[in-house]
């Protein structure tokens, strides 16, 4: 609460004269060295470094400000500082600590509809503090170098905050761009000259000392999170008083998770685009799914839910995977900058999702709600389009709306950037017609990796022969259309509770491997979740009532293929069945906290002896589903560049029939 109202208002970089592109961070570095070094050393100086150049200071736009929104210390922003604070999160109100799990005290929304657009004006808010830091600087550097007139001022007004596209195809093998982690970075200095100065997107350092609530965590495996001993962000770190970031981990981690959060984020654009608006949007947008009903199988995903993998694959036991700490790691806006650009891409393509004011489901009308409640909202708020994203305001004094945080949208508020152009996309321009969407659309899932009719004209037509498919007469194949003949697409569809071991953990899916290959993660869906440190002695049994994580894991079709032929006995064909039960035979799972220790683990396939009672998980911890699905790929009769149509949902039961061995204690 504060003794005086003082409101500073999140207007990105308004008076910059136009719109302009957010950069990949690493295109960033290479062809825009002026606007590269200034991002470097305003980020620097909001950071507010030792070595930090000196510039005017706005209190509320410093980074330690900008990212205390997120979760931790669980106080007011200093932008919006108000007297009335009657929803306000309280560290010692029993009603706000005592409920098991119990509210959240950071602003952040997660796991509902808003997700995707309260994080767009809280990273336009750091644009704005390094953009207006940028401007101070240029006008420095040209006041002292006059030959070099009009150069920094104009890199200035050009600068957006960068992204990394953690989903490009070269992240499998590269893992994250030396410019993400190395502490020292080489810039252009005035006159020319190269400079190394201090990189700060490798860490933050709590220059003002560590927030006093501030707590060490650990995991049920014992390794400790020592958030209140560090003295700056940390990726990967196990020790109290680690020489750095364990960089090999954290490579070793990306590389092997690349592939599957390239395929998840292809699915997001292989949504047919006849679904109900508001029950597209609450797949789309968040990973708790509030509308799904238990007998829903189809799942394409969620932002939310690439998004949660991107956290757990970048912190290990450090900042980025824990959600009261994760803002203040820098990686932490280079990734929601990307998450931003996925949103700006698929409301383009699929304008007519909306969250509108709830969901209908057989003729009854449900609203959305924040379930865990936010520093600034109470459990269970309603959630509606032209509701508040606190804590961040327009310049008319205005709480940000979710409507105005869209893009091409009649209500919609100035940004004041883009994304370069990308699949025929210019996400601050309409398209054209609807027939230029779906075009889109195609290309953008192609790129990702998802492109059925390519890959059904690939696949060795023998091993595929037993794969059922709906005639073109089917219900669920749309007029024009006919199904891809003898091929399906594969998933596994995950549920999880969320507060199963009180922190951050995963779901992992492998393929056993045989004689000639070793076993290889297929992908993994995860839990990006807060520990409950609530007083409650029934809280283990009432978690169990809890929110429930939705994901995919997608199958990459040469797996399947690959299993079909090593099945193949050359001499019979396979019944649909057999291939089920030879898919769920190749699979084995692990559960695995923050830093990767497995937890607990399971054997594919139908024959799986059970595990004993006694060596199985607690039913507190063990996931809700594991199910292999799988779908039918129908295409345009006449245009075959139109986007494929998704069609004949098929559930196939579980894939861990023996049940789940507990391999560490804290899963028993």
Known sequence: MSSVEYHYPVIGRKGTGGVFDRLPIETLEKDYPYQFAL??????????????????????????????????????????????????????????????????????????????????PYVMLLEQAIGNVADQLAHDIEANNPHECGVWLKAAKELRFPYWDWAEKNVSEN?????????????????????????PLSFFSFVDGI????????????????FSKWHRTYRYATTANPEGSNIDQL???????????????????????????????????????????????????????????????????????????????PLFFLHHSNVDRLLALWEWCYTEYWMDNGYELNGKSYPWTQQLGTYAQVYNAQL??????????????DYWTSSQARFLHAGAYPKYYSYPEFSGIKVDRAAMSSDERALARKKVAAYYGFDPQTTAQQVAAPAWTQLPVPDKDHPAVPAGHSVIPEYRTFAVHVRLLEHAFNSSYSFQLYHKGNDNSASQLIGSVAVFARPDHSPCKACTLRREAGTV?????????????????????????????????????????????????????????????????????????????ISLVSTAVAEHAEDKDRPIYICDWQHHDGVFSGGWLATHPAAA
């Open 39 to 120: 991002f470097i050393l305003a980020f620097t100086a909001v950071q507010r470094r030792p070595d930090a150049p000196k510039v005017m200071e706005e209190p509320a736009a410093t980074f330690m400000e900008i990212a205390s929104i997120h979760g931790r210390p669980f106080i007011e922003w200093a932008g919006d500082r108000n007297k009335d604070t009657s929803s306000d999160y309280s560290a010692t109100d029993k009603k706000d600590t005592n409920p098991v799990p119990a509210r959240f005290g950071g602003y952040c929304n997660h796991g509902a509809v808003v997700f995707p657009t309260w994080h767009r």
């Open 175 to 199: 893992g994250l761009p030396p410019v993400l982690y190395e502490e020292r970075v080489e810039i252009v200095a005035a006159g020319g000259q190269k400079q190394i100065v201090d990189n």
């Open 211 to 226: 927030p006093s609530d501030f707590a060490d965590e650990t995991l049920r495996t014992g390794q400790v999170a020592y």
């Open 251 to 329: 490579q070793k981690a990306f590389k092997a998770g690349a592939k599957d959060l390239r395929n998840k984020v292809a699915q997001l654009f292989a949504v047919n685009d006849d679904e109900d608006s508001a029950l597209a949007w609450d797949e789309f947008s968040n990973h708790t799914t509030q509308s799904k009903r238990e007998m829903d199988n189809y799942n394409s995903g969620s932002l939310e839910g690439v998004h949660d993998a991107v956290h757990t694959l970048a912190g290990g036991t450090g900042h980025m995977g824990a959600p009261d700490y994760a803002g203040f790691d």
């Open 384 to 397: 509606l389009p032209d509701g508040p994203l606190q804590p961040f305001r327009t310049e008319q004094g």
């Open 549 to 625: 994580i939705h994901g995919i894991i997608p199958i990459p079709p040469a797996l399947i293929e690959s299993i079909m032929k090593s099945n193949a006995d050359g001499k019979t064909t396979a019944t649909f069945d057999q291939t089920l039960a030879h898919i769920k035979g190749e699979f084995f799972g692990k559960i695995v906290d923050a830093n990767g220790s497995e937890l607990a683990r399971a054997e594919g396939g139908i024959e799986t002896p059970q595990i004993p009672s006694h060596q199985t998980t607690s039913r507190n911890v063990t996931p809700i589903e």
